[in-house]
């Protein structure tokens, strides 16, 4: 079954966040999930411990091993989630060569919107090397509602080759921002506004699966 790697050089772009809520998300369809922490801060081995809720994870880091385990895992897995370092470190390129989903969440300011092309770049390696493959997703994270940069981001990102921009964004808000602190997930979360980011959230996730459902 797939293998996801969330992926952008950029910190702060979402990348722990869309890999812990994915794999809740996909834990509530009844699915089983796997995710794996490549990255050295450890934030989504972290978060996923303090859950209420049993998510398995493991950490592995080392460009190798995850080249070797990644595959292992899928066996016993429906989905095996991998959570990348901000860098263009060879983790991030061991990832890329082992995922069939390469999602990559990015925030919607120039700095940040120059540095996804690097990402790209990487993935179209990737893709050279293994014939069209990993699929890549990428969409707007932390946009801020009432400003035209989430439009102006979308077109930009729209000019990169070869992966598909989701029209879909996930606003900045702060029931998201505080999941870590509140050890949980807006799946785990009641009242509206949960139900509001859980619902945006899950729009995206449709959008990005259909790619590699297709
Ligand atoms: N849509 C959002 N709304 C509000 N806060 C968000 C949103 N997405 C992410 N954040 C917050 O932004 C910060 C960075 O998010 P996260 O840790 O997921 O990014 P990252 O790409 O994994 O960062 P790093 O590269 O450092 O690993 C966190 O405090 C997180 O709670
Ligand atoms: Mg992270």
Redesign the pocket.
């Known amino acids: 079954m797939p293998i996801i790697a969330v992926v952008?050089q950029?910190?702060?772009?979402?990348?722990?966040?869309?890999a812990v809520h994915l794999a809740r998300w996909l834990q509530q369809h009844k699915k089983t999930v796997m995710v794996v922490d490549a990255?050295a801060?450890c934030?989504s081995s972290k978060w996923l411990a303090r859950l209420e809720k049993n998510v398995p994870c493991q950490i592995i880091q080392e460009p190798d091993a995850l080249l070797d385990e990644l595959p292992k895992l899928i066996d016993d897995y429906n989905w095996v989630i991998a959570?990348g370092?901000?860098a263009l470190s060879e983790t991030t390129r061991a990832l890329v060569l082992v995922a069939d989903l390469v999602i990559v969440?990015c925030q919607p300011t120039g700095v940040d919107l120059e540095s996804a092309s690097d990402t790209v770049r990487l993935i179209q390696q990737a893709q050279r090397i293994r014939r069209g493959e990993p699929k890549a997703v990428m969409f707007v994270?932390?946009a801020v509602k009432g400003t035209k940069l989430k439009d102006e981001a979308i077109e930009v990102l729209k000019l990169m080759p070869n992966v598909v921009v989701l029209e879909d964004v996930?606003?900045?808000?702060?029931i998201?921002?505080d999941?870590?602190g509140q050890n949980a997930t807006v799946f785990d979360s009641s009242g509206s506004t949960a139900g509001i980011a859980r619902r945006e959230i899950e729009q995206l996730f449709k959008g990005a699966l259909e790619i590699v459902n297709e």
């Open positions: 952008n950029k910190g702060g772009a979402g990348k722990s966040t869309i990255d801060q934030s959570d370092p901000a969440p994270n932390r996930l606003h900045q808000r702060q998201i921002a999941c870590y």
